[in-house]
């Protein structure tokens, strides 16, 4: 079975930084994508980035483009989020996931997910 375990969130102010890391295990975690997605309260979960098995391929939302960089460490099991320039918008509870299938870089079946780490970015 995949476990997905976040952790780094915290409160931070406008224009700081933070990154999320992501610990997985089950499954080989290098040969599989892996994805971060948000969800602020009252709203849907959106996508926010995502990583192919190699590193190699990557896609971001534009809401965070230029600012967001996931990475991951395939001898560590990791993946990782990294978030400059925060603005409170961003303020989320943030979700690793796993696909369910051997998709590349999938845009559906994002099926495993962790517990979520709270970002809170103030004014």
């Known amino acids: 079975q995949v476990q997905l375990v976040e952790s780094g969130g915290g409160l931070v102010q406008a224009g700081g930084s933070l990154r999320l890391s992501c610990a997985a295990s089950?499954?080989?975690?290098?040969?599989?994508?892996m994805g971060w997605f948000r969800q602020a309260p009252g709203k849907e979960r959106e996508f926010v980035a995502a990583?192919?098995?190699?590193?190699?391929?990557?896609r971001y939302a534009d809401s965070v483009k230029g600012r967001f960089t996931i990475s991951r460490d395939n001898a560590k099991n990791t993946v990782n989020l990294q978030m400059t320039s925060l603005k409170p918008e961003d303020t989320a509870v943030y979700y690793c996931?796993?696909?369910?299938?051997?998709?590349?870089?999938?845009?559906?079946?994002?099926?495993?997910w962790g517990q979520g780490t709270q970002v809170t970015v103030s004014s």
């Open positions: 990583i192919n098995w190699s590193g190699g391929r990557i």
């Open positions: 996931a796993a696909p369910v299938n051997g998709a590349d870089l999938p845009v559906v079946g994002w099926r495993y």
């Open positions: 089950g499954r080989t975690f290098s040969s599989y994508a």
